[in-house]
């Protein structure tokens, strides 16, 4: 047994201090009848202050010098809190790192503790156990708040400690256990102006839910279900897949590197070269874009898994050619790959999607446009800056897939029209004159009035809308200017393409061609689905003229995002009314200049989210919750350090990685 336990070693110690046998009710003349240290020893508002910044139950040098080991609860071992400070440390035989936070602070004043699985309080000095329900008033106090804050970290809908209760194992999908311990953090080497890399390394490192599906999937001949609409008459099918392609096997081989015992620095030669062989613009060794890097790993393994997906299905039908197959076999390939290709870890993880309403204003007719999102590019406000400028950028978005659907799909050409009406947008975004209309009071009630009686739902978020503050630069600011409402008029005007259809009717007899009628128009970009990871780009970098600048600004984040105003009514998996809330657990950070510049990366170590079996209390609403408690990690390549709250919120944050608060 790895565990040392000072109140059974010392027990005889003990009894050779005390005159008589201990009881639990023995009063002070019995317990602790030595211990004079109390008074100096033990401080409430300190060990308050300590405990509720803190991860709860782990020893804070373990997680310093990265000891966590992956397959090795946390909870295994005891941890002493510190009564003067609120210092938790482990009582293991080779690190002691309680008795080592006693030694280091030479003082006599850091020498009583409590143990978290006993509940028994000991002393260092006097060597001698504690009785809690002595009239010493301090130390029951502190005792009390820490029994309080313990079941309020081990609640089951917080589930903030590491606990070491296995998940039951999905037999059904084959599914292997949740691991339910803390990936710790290790430095990453620098092969040459590879920070960019790191960075977006460190925050893939600790996406709970990437090392969770990519471990599922990494093996040859893992077994995936389908399941088709009930409109194709399918029933679900089981493929195989092959071996992942070398970018997905590399990036599975790197996680586990991180996650493997012992301190690191980590060698990312084998993932940065297959990333290179992919793309050579990266191998350059000069300083790259981080969100470009991300979205190009992500991807390229999309594209991978997406490939090794289609193969399964191939032969699950004995890998039928365009030659021998009937026209069925045909068909329910067709029918399995569109779903099956959505099952790849890339999609699940942090894929979105956007939807953008235009209406327009003399026959109201409404189109949509889907497209999908692996994050969300969002310009910053600079100051003294005119707005229109901003408002041109809103459009030009990362986007790797591209759906177009309309309300009215039985109309013939539907697809076209909207392609020549978004790619007229595009270009009308180019010039300055678009008009940003934020949805406020200050919009004329007519209008509203109007959309409401007509088209009930096509511009409504599902709450009400942000109103950030006038001088407000934060992430909330930037998402209420990217789903505002924007009047496209003048030079912008919309071509649409039912007005047209409206005048040509009456001339189909002669063959006089109409001519195309351009309208004003209403447009809104609104979050329509929304993946378990959201990733928030904010676009410091930025052309002018020539240059690329920089945006210096500081952007406000929240530890905890609501969604809800920036998302459409029919977003998919939300009812209205509802918080959509999102946690912080990473961050890519940009500091200096354009050329001199650095990437780093500040990263939560938390422990993985469980899935509370009631969502809701009984009012229908989701409990107001708080972010997850965890330990932030500012890592810069090698150098690793723990960093408190308030330094995060202080950085000049270029990614944000966000996680569904479950
Ligand atoms: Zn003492
Ligand atoms: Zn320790
Ligand atoms: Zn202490
Ligand atoms: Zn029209």
Redesign the pocket.
């Known amino acids: 047994m790895r565990l040392k336990d000072p109140f059974s070693l010392k027990t005889a110690d003990m009894t050779k201090r005390s005159k008589k046998p201990r009881d639990e009710d023995s009063s002070d003349e019995v317990g602790g009848l030595t211990c004079q240290h109390v008074s100096r020893a033990v401080d409430l508002s300190s060990v308050k202050k300590a405990v509720t910044g803190n991860l709860w139950s782990v020893?804070?040098?373990?997680?310093k010098?990265r000891?966590m080991l992956e397959g090795e609860a946390a909870g295994a071992?005891d941890?002493l809190v510190c009564l003067k400070c609120g210092f938790q440390?482990?009582?293991?035989a080779e690190?002691?790192?309680?008795t080592k936070h006693r030694q280091a602070h030479h003082s006599d004043s850091h020498c009583i503790t409590v143990s978290l699985s006993t509940w028994k309080a000991w002393c260092f000095e006097c060597k001698e156990e504690l009785s809690t329900h002595c009239n010493k008033k301090a130390l029951a106090q502190t005792l009390d708040f820490l029994q309080k804050h313990s079941a309020k970290a081990t609640s089951g809908t917080t589930s903030k400690i590491i606990s070491l209760r296995e998940e039951p194992v999905d037999t059904q999908r084959g599914k292997s256990p949740v691991n339910s311990t803390l990936i710790p953090v290790k430095g990453i080497n620098n092969l040459g102006n590879t920070c960019f890399f790191n960075a977006v390394m460190q925050n893939l490192s600790q996406t709970h839910k990437l090392n969770d599906l990519i471990q599922d999937v990494k093996e040859k001949g893992h077994k995936m279900k389908i399941c088709p609409p009930a409109e194709t008459n399918l029933g679900p099918l089981t493929v195989t897949l092959p071996s992942p392609e070398p970018l997905t096997s590399a990036m599975f081989l790197f996680l586990q590197s991180m996650k493997e015992p012992g301190k690191g620095p980590v060698s990312p030669k084998i993932l940065f070269k297959q990333l290179c062989q992919k793309a050579p613009r990266f191998k350059g060794y000069q300083q790259q874009d981080s969100q470009e890097l991300l979205h190009y790993l992500l991807d390229s393994m999309r594209v991978e898994e997406t490939k090794r997906i289609k193969a399964g299905i191939l032969k699950a039908f004995n890998n039928p050619t365009e030659k021998t197959a009937d026209e069925e076999t045909k068909r329910q390939v067709k029918a399995y790959g569109k779903e099956g290709v959505k099952l790849n870890f890339v999609d699940r993880i942090f894929v979105g999607e956007l939807t953008s309403t235009i209406m327009c204003e003399e026959c109201e007719h409404i189109s949509t446009v889907k497209e999908a999102f692996i994050d969300i590019s969002l310009p910053i406000i600079e100051e003294r800056v005119r707005p229109a400028l901003i408002y041109c950028s809103t459009i030009v978005k990362h986007l790797f897939l591209y759906f177009i659907s309309s309300i009215r799909p039985q109309q013939g050409g539907a697809v076209e029209q909207l392609v020549s009406a978004v790619s007229k947008l595009g270009l009308v975004h180019t010039s300055t004159d678009t008009l940003p209309v934020s949805h406020s009071p200050e919009e004329p009630t007519e209008i509203r009035e109007r959309d409401r009686q007509h088209h009930q739902g096509a511009f409504q978020a599902l709450c009400h809308s942000y109103t950030p503050s006038s001088k407000e630069c934060s992430v909330q600011s930037c998402l209420h200017q990217f789903t505002s409402i924007e009047l496209l008029m003048g030079n912008n005007k919309l071509l649409c393409e039912n007005c047209t259809e409206r005048r040509q009717r009456p001339m189909k007899r002669s063959d006089k061609k109409a001519e195309k009628v351009y309208t004003s128009a209403r447009k809104q970009m609104l979050i329509s689905a929304l993946p378990p990871v959201v990733t928030l780009h904010l676009k410091r970098f930025h052309q002018a003229g020539m240059n690329l600048r920089k945006v210096n600004r500081h952007v406000d984040f929240p530890l905890l995002l609501d969604l809800a105003p920036f998302c459409s009514v029919t977003c998919k998996n939300l009812g209205s009314g509802e918080r959509v809330l999102y946690s912080l657990y990473g961050i890519v950070e940009h500091s200096g200049s354009m050329r001199g510049g650095h990437y780093a990366a500040y990263v939560k170590v938390r422990t993985p989210q469980r899935k509370p079996e009631l969502r809701r209390n009984q009012s229908g609403t989701k409990e107001a919750s708080s972010a997850p408690q965890g330990q932030w990690v500012y890592v810069s390549d090698t150098s690793v350090q723990t960093v408190p709250e308030s330094r995060v919120l202080n950085s000049q944050a270029y990614l944000l990685f966000y996680e569904e608060l479950l």
């Open positions: 020893c804070s040098d373990c997680l010098e000891n071992h941890i440390g482990c009582n293991q690190t002691q790192h309680s």
